[in-house]
T-cell receptor, first 116, second 110 residues
Framework: GAGVSQSPSNKVTEKGKDVELRCDPI?????LYWYRQRLGQGLEFLIY????????KSGLPSDRFSAERTGESVSTLTIQRTQQEDSAVYLC??????????????FGAGSRLTVL | QKEAEQNSGPLSVPEGAIASLNCTYS??????FFWYRQYSGKSPELIMF????GDKEDGRFTAQLNKASQYVSLLIRDSQPSDSATYLC??????????FGTGTRLKVLA
């Protein structure tokens, strides 16, 4: 697509429920990132996918968080048993990941999660 | 731990003035440097990137990189109220890891 597409744009859920967030990267972008941004805070790295390589999950804050991506297509971020502290905007970004030159991250509009 | 540090602000400048935003980074091996603008409630959008020492100009924006001193700056000339936003620097060292600063909030006063 023309840009990074994320859905839903807004999600309100009750504590303890599971949520799934979706990201559709720019066509041809092999690298995909998930970030979390709490209100008034900076970007917190969650997970990185590059093609068919093993993802870097080092930023996932707990085992309630998981993410999947098949090849270079759509990614889903799943949060199980949501807690109020999970309330944040979840940003997805993608890039071509060329070996040389600057790889510019393009962000989606984000999914705002509110846990009541 | 690799870091990128920014003054959180707010940095207030009058309309028409030059706004100067700074970012210092810890990894001497850093190779690419990015400036993103984030309006309240929106996602970050790229302003410009730089990877060579010196200045790079794009319209009213100039990025300045000094690898010896490990800082990268963004100058905004003829600042407009529409420039009011949070500015994020990001640094990479040739790997896939982007190190983001926490951002500087800029307020341009009309």
């Amino acid at each position: 697509g023309a840009g990074v597409s994320q859905s839903p744009s807004n999600k309100v859920t009750e504590k303890g429920k599971d949520v799934e967030l979706r990201c559709d990267p720019i066509s041809g972008h092999t690298a995909l990132y998930w970030y979390r941004q709490r209100l008034g805070q900076g970007l917190e790295f969650l997970i990185y996918f590059q093609g068919n390589s093993a993802p870097d999950k080092s930023g996932l804050p707990s085992d309630r968080f998981s993410a999947e991506r098949t090849g270079e297509s759509v990614s889903t971020l799943t949060i199980q048993r949501t807690q109020q502290e999970d309330s944040a905007v979840y940003l997805c970004a993608s890039t071509r990941a060329r070996e040389s030159g600057a790889n510019v991250l393009t962000f989606g509009a984000g999914s705002r999660l509110t846990v009541l | 731990q690799k870091e990128a540090e920014q003054n959180s602000g707010p940095l207030s400048v009058p309309e028409g003035a030059i706004a100067s935003l700074n970012c210092t980074y810890s990894d001497r091996g850093s190779q690419s440097f990015f400036w993103y603008r984030q309006y309240s409630g929106k996602s970050p959008e790229l302003i410009m990137f730089i990877y060579s020492n010196g200045d790079k100009e794009d319209g009213r924006f100039t990025a300045q990189l000094n690898k010896a001193s490990q800082y990268v700056s963004l100058l905004i000339r003829d600042s407009q109220p529409s420039d009011s936003a949070t500015y994020l620097c990001a640094v990479t060292s040739g790997t896939y890891k982007y190190i983001f600063g926490t951002g500087t909030r800029l307020k341009v006063l009309a």
